[in-house]
């Protein structure tokens, strides 16, 4: 599976952005699609992920009520909608896949096998 990621850029506080990623070749095996982030010096972080099936979602909490997540399972893609940017959402965030549903991937019972590269996201103050 390969994920292309979209988007991203520089934007005031308190702006918005969307990041989209396109899934293409064994899509078949993806379960759950998601985005991780990770700014300098921190910890690569989940943000948000989707259930591809039932299109149960994840969230952060410091991106709940801010961010969305969503899918297209015609296009094999997903879009992360960015409201209310702050400048601690700065970070390279990545696209990334998984073969195992939401639950079991949150359950701590699976992974993320795909990555995409990074895009970055720069909110000034």
């Known amino acids: 599976v390969q994920l292309q990621a979209y988007g991203g850029g520089l934007v005031q506080a308190g702006g918005s952005l969307r990041l989209s990623c396109a899934a293409s070749?064994?899509?078949?095996?993806?379960?759950?699609m998601g985005w991780f982030r990770q700014a300098p010096g921190q910890e690569r972080e989940l943000v948000a992920a989707i259930d591809w099936r039932d299109g149960s979602s994840k969230y952060t909490d410091s991106v709940k009520g801010r961010f969305s997540i969503s899918k297209d399972n015609a296009k094999n893609t997903v879009a992360l909608q960015m409201n209310s940017l702050k400048p601690e959402d700065t970070a390279v965030y990545y696209c990334?896949?998984?073969?195992?549903?939401?639950?079991?991937?949150?359950?701590?019972?699976?992974?993320?096998?795909?990555w995409g590269q990074g895009t970055q996201v720069t909110v000034s103050s």
């Open positions: 070749g064994r899509t078949f095996v993806v379960e759950t």
């Open positions: 990334t896949a998984a073969q195992h549903r939401l639950r079991t991937v949150v359950a701590g019972k699976g992974r993320y096998d795909y």
